[in-house]
């Protein structure tokens, strides 16, 4: 298996535009996390899926920041407009929990995206 | 103050030497209890998660949790400088979502 793919690895933009991060879970994995992690405030959760459904999305900052999950094989993030303070490295993460509870500590991480906001 | 709290450093040891890292945190619903270490410019991996309180070993590290303190450490034994990374704390109660430390930047020196 690839692992958690997430892309783009890197992406710059200005502020005001669109950013659309996106993530390709492992395949059989039903939940799906996105983190937000900055020097600042370390690894924050914004929000959580499973089986494709949004379960919690208390973690997502604002308005500007929007999830969605169409489909078991992909997740998008998108910020609109961005803003500097957006700037960090977001983590896609997967997980099951089929076959026992324990499945919910064993994150596999994306490798991120890192953006910056100008 | 965080839930969970977690001295950044960076620590830095020579190669060879018992390293301790550790986390305290106020959540006494905590239940399972995590190490996830990141290298740079790559996501965290799981070292090692443990239910409750006690002690878990796996090759060089191990994993104490005492609840009564509200207070988990990872030890490593015998540090290499491929052990240099982030290392991250992570902790939750029954539902699904991790709560993390902010991480302690490790440097094995050889």
């Known amino acids: 298996d690839a692992g958690v793919i997430q892309s783009p690895r890197h992406e710059v933009t200005e502020m005001g535009q669109e950013v659309t991060l996106r993530c390709k879970p492992i395949s059989g994995h039903d939940y799906l996390f996105w983190y937000r992690q900055t020097m600042m405030r370390g690894l924050e959760l914004l929000i959580y899926?499973?089986?494709?459904?949004?379960?919690?999305d208390s973690g997502m900052p604002e308005d500007r920041f929007s999830a969605k999950m169409p489909n078991a094989s992909f997740s998008t993030l998108k910020i609109q407009p961005s803003e500097p303070r957006d700037s960090a490295v977001y983590f896609c993460?997967?997980?099951?929990?089929?076959?026992?509870?324990?499945?919910?500590?064993?994150?596999?991480f994306g490798a991120g995206s890192r953006l910056t906001v100008l | 103050q965080k839930e969970v709290e977690q001295d950044p450093g960076p620590l830095s040891v020579p190669e060879g030497a018992i390293v301790s890292l550790n986390c305290t945190y106020s959540?006494?619903?905590?239940?399972?209890f995590m190490w996830y270490r990141q290298y740079s410019r790559k996501g965290p991996e799981l070292l090692m998660y443990?239910?409750?309180?006690g002690n878990k070993e796996d090759g060089r590290f191990t994993a104490q949790v005492d609840k009564s303190s509200k207070y988990i450490s990872l030890f490593i034994r015998d540090s290499q400088p491929s052990d240099s990374a982030t290392y991250l704390c992570a902790m939750r109660n029954a539902g699904n979502m991790l709560t993390f430390g902010g991480g302690t930047r490790l440097m094995v020196k050889p």
């Open positions: 959540n006494s619903a905590f239940q399972y």
């Open positions: 443990t239910y409750s309180s």
């Open positions: 993460a997967s997980t099951s929990q089929k076959g026992g509870g324990s499945g919910a500590n064993v994150l596999t």
């Open positions: 899926f499973n089986n494709n459904v949004p379960i919690d």
